[in-house]
């Protein structure tokens, strides 16, 4: 830390006659900043201040329209940008010291996903979408899926749900700068629902004869909660729909 103690130097000129001249040189400095808890972070950013030692009065201004009059004062640094704090010992005497202070804005947390609703088993493929200021880095990626299943430390990652509900998956990072680290929740999120037992029946039943032609008629009492039903009649025919039209065998088979 530089202070403001007189120093003395010495000049010595050389003539014809020897002098020895002596002058006492007294110089004001700035001094070396006084210190912060922390330098950088994200907002909200609370930050508590040092003098240098043997101050005999506190005056600091905080470039937000703040200043205080304690000898080490904390400060919360509300909205993103850099921050020069200047300490003096008096509102009108000259700055004795500064630091800089960096604060950036919280990281936003998103995440992509494939679909969102389905039957079980459900895979869902994750990607994270995060919104990063210059300066953070991510070091850790938290997943945790909502069915007591989490996930590793990935950008991408899938998850395969396996019993019905409604779940609340969340994605949590860590950062270069503790103050940064957060988490997002996405509240009922991911839908799983199970897929009811199939129930048909024929008429005639059994849907039997002993040669062709044998018309069979379908009857479909699955509960239709928007599933798509796709019937495959077992003699190449094929229908997509609730209940398919009476349909007529003309080869002997099973």
Known sequence: ?????????????????????SLIISLNLI????????SEGCAPLEVQFTPPAGQPSFFWTFQTGA????????N???NPGTYEVEFRNTQDGP???????????????????????????LLINFTADIDLAAGLEINEYEWVFGDGEVG?????????????????????????IESCNTTAIFTDLISVSTVEGVNFVTSPF??????PPLEVTFFNFTQDEGYTFEWNLGDGT??????????IYDELGT
């Open 1 to 21: 830390m530089l202070n403001s103690n007189p120093f003395k130097v010495k000049i010595n000129f050389y003539a014809r006659l020897f002098l020895t001249l």
């Open 31 to 38: 001094g070396s900043a006084q210190t912060a808890s922390v």
């Open 67 to 74: 200043t205080s009059t304690l000898e080490s004062p904390s």
């Open 76 to 78: 919360i640094f509300i």
């Open 95 to 121: 700055v004795i010291g500064t630091v800089t202070i960096q604060v950036y804005p919280e990281p936003v947390i998103d995440l992509v996903t494939d679909t969102t609703e389905g039957c079980t088993p």
């Open 152 to 176: 590793p430390s990935a950008s991408q990652v899938s998850h395969t749900y396996t019993n019905a509900g409604t779940f609340s998956p969340s994605l949590g990072i860590e950062t270069n």
């Open 206 to 211: 059994p849907a039997t004869a002993c040669e």
């Open 238 to 247: 094929t229908f997509n729909g609730y209940t398919p039209p009476a349909h």
